[in-house]
């Protein structure tokens, strides 16, 4: 389950909600962690689906983001992915598996973000990509 913070922090909202606490965050790194459901949207089979690992670590990137905007109260922007390379999924994890992620931003140019995600399950990395994202700073 996520804690309910987490909700203000990134424009996603249950049922859409794929990570579940901030465990730290600066500038260029957040981690979170993520318990998965039996309800989760993303869960197939018992099973959180590959989209489900790639949208927990793009939530994650929200999630530093939003925490940045918090810091420096200012709204929270909302991001859309504009690429991804290198996809790697090593493992599924199943219902009741805790995930911690971690987001790394490599680059930041305007609005255009890339950073390096990577999920790990009981100790055991099982995803990782790396992300262009694309920033809508509008409300700023």
């Given at each position: ?49 590959e ?16 925490n ?67 920033i ?5």
């Open positions: 389950m996520y804690e309910e913070d987490i909700l203000t922090l990134i424009p996603q909202k249950p049922p859409f909600v794929m990570v579940g606490k901030l465990l730290y965050s600066d500038d260029n790194i957040t981690k979170t962690s993520f318990v998965i459901t039996a309800d989760n949207v993303l869960v197939i089979n018992g099973e959180f689906s989209a489900g690992l790639m949208e927990n670590m793009a939530q994650t990137a929200a999630v530093g983001e939003g940045m905007a918090r810091i420096e109260d200012r709204p929270i922007a909302i991001g859309y992915i504009g690429a991804v390379k290198n996809l790697e999924v090593v493992h599924l994890p199943k219902i009741g598996d805790e995930l911690m992620t971690e987001i790394k931003v490599e680059t930041r140019l305007l609005n255009i973000a890339i950073a390096c995600g990577k999920v790990w399950c009981n100790e055991q990395m099982i995803a990782q990509c790396e992300m262009k994202i694309f809508n700073k509008i409300n700023d």
